[in-house]
């Protein structure tokens, strides 16, 4: 299986306010359901409490939440990131959708990165993704957009894989 992480990034690796995005990029959401359709996503509970329309359509969602007693129509619930993908079986990739802890938990053992960039600093911004060696990551994909009508900000896309 391999494990990918999957976040849209400010300049300063601002990934949130207030348990919501920093930004609207339909370019970014549109990417971000065409990679992950299919797939299991893994998230925290502060993650998928932010999602508008419950669990998201066309994957299978799973939580960690610390509650043990929670129980969510549409995903799975599990207390830890190892079990979470222990249960994820014989699935070809899994992604990690957030938040800032279980990517933190997450992004020592992860074998791909899907990074979107902002162009943009985000100073309200109350939520990080976690620092990591560059030095063990190799870009393999980008592409770089301007900001239009539907994006406020210019962005780019990149891929990466573990050394």
């Not at 990591?132 to 990551?137: G, T």
Request: aromatic share 12%; proline share 6%; charged share 25%.
């Amino acid at each position: 299986m391999i494990l990918s992480l999957i976040a849209v990034l400010g300049k300063n690796n601002e990934i949130g306010k207030d348990n919501r995005l920093l930004c609207r990029l339909p370019s970014d959401l549109k990417r971000f359901k065409a990679i992950t359709s299919g797939h299991t996503v893994i998230m925290g509970r502060k993650t998928f409490e932010s999602l508008p329309n419950g669990p998201l359509p066309n994957r299978r969602n799973i939580i960690i939440s610390r509650n043990k007693a929670l129980v969510v129509e549409g995903a799975e619930v599990y207390s830890s990131l190892d079990y979470a993908l222990l249960k994820s079986g014989n699935e070809t990739e899994v992604f990690i959708t957030g938040g800032a802890q279980i990517y933190a938990q997450a992004l020592p053992i992860a074998d791909k990165l899907y990074i979107t960039r902002i162009h943009a600093a985000f100073p309200e911004a109350d939520t990080f993704f976690p620092s990591l060696d560059w030095n063990n990551w190799k870009e393999t994909d980008q592409e770089t957009f301007p900001a239009d009508e539907k994006n406020s900000y210019p962005f780019t896309f990149f891929e990466y894989e573990r050394y």
